[in-house]
């Protein structure tokens, strides 16, 4: 069994940061494009993080008939909710007219792979789920700090889902290594006792990059270990970190980059909703086309990589 993609649907915000906007602390448009190929981002400024994550289900049921009601699942992907409780799942619910089972998970960039895969296990043949990744990371970042906060920015993307008998295969893996990102919260501020603590996102690039690189690799081999050829698959969706470590990818494995979808220019790295912002947007423009085999990789903290690999 596996699942159908029955629509998808994405909010990006209104307010567009350009790499100009950054140049008072010290970088440049130049600097930012040649290490990442981030040239703009957009930042949430009005809606929270389950604010994003409703707007993005509403433009998804926009391009169905699917009567929210028939909704089984609904699952946000966020490392940046609103509250720890309640959690952003079980508050879009009345927004949208659903009545179902609702959570979160955080596993950071990797959490639209993740909850697709944890989605279409809990549903039976015929039912449909709701996966949706949102995510306001500015809301973490040290604007002081030039190798993490000009790489973000916020967004939500959503999938609704169909249990099915079309071809489907998921892989996901995690392990702990607090040496490449530290100290990232769901909230910016916390009180222990009667100290307020600051959370801000922090990452030793260098790191993440060898890791990402090391994420491809165990996804394409657990991809050959089921006799599954890179060059049986259409179209690659990647997390969109950095348009190098796509690069890397596509070299060391004899892809051709206009095999991968990116948008990482446009958006930055939108974390748990990168994977389903990209997708949406590949569908919507044609790139993505019914019968094509589409492949979703996501890597993030944790550390924890995967993937989705399904027929269109």
């Known amino acids: 069994m596996g699942i159908e993609i029955v ?10 940061y350009k790499n100009t906007d950054f140049t008072k602390i010290e970088t440049s448009d130049e600097w930012i494009v040649q290490r990442t190929g981030i040239k703009t981002r957009y930042f949430e400024k009005k809606l929270t993080t389950s604010q994003m994550a409703v707007s993005a289900a509403k433009n998804a049921f926009e391009n169905t008939d699917l009567d929210p009601c028939l909704i089984k699942v609904v699952i946000v992907a966020t490392m940046t909710p609103d509250s720890f409780t309640p959690c952003c799942a079980s508050k879009i619910l009345d927004e949208l007219g659903i009545r179902a089972m609702a959570f979160d998970i955080n596993v950071a960039c990797s959490g639209f792979v993740y909850a697709l895969n944890v989605c279409q296990g809990l549903l039976n ?20 700090d030039r190798r993490s906060c000009v790489l973000f920015g916020d967004g939500a993307g959503a999938a609704i889902i169909k ?49 990402a690189l090391e994420a491809f690799d165990d996804c394409f081999k657990d991809l050959n270990n089921n006799n599954v050829s890179l060059d049986d698959i259409d179209l690659f969706i990647p997390h969109q970190a ?23 220019d446009k958006y930055g790295n939108t974390s748990s909703a990168s994977v389903g912002i990209a997708l949406d947007e590949a569908i919507r423009s044609g790139t993505l086309k019914k019968g094509m085999k589409v492949l979703l990789v996501g890597f993030g903290s944790g550390l924890s990589w995967g993937y989705s690999l399904f027929k269109y």
């Open 7 to 16: 629509s998808t649907g994405r909010h990006i915000p209104s307010l567009c």
């Open 125 to 144: 043949e015929g039912e449909y789920g709701l996966v949706i990744g949102a995510d306001e990371v500015s809301k973490l970042l040290d604007f002081k």
């Open 163 to 211: 249990k099915s008998d079309n071809y489907s295969r998921f892989y996901a893996m995690s392990k702990t290594d607090t040496n490449c990102i530290l100290n990232a919260a769901g909230l910016s501020q916390i009180k222990f006792g009667n100290t307020l603590h600051n959370f801000k996102l922090q990452m030793k690039g260098q790191d993440v990059f060898r890791f």
């Open 242 to 264: 950095n348009f190098r470590i796509i690069c890397s990818v596509a070299r060391k494995h004899n892809i051709d980059l206009d095999r991968f979808y990116l948008n990482l």
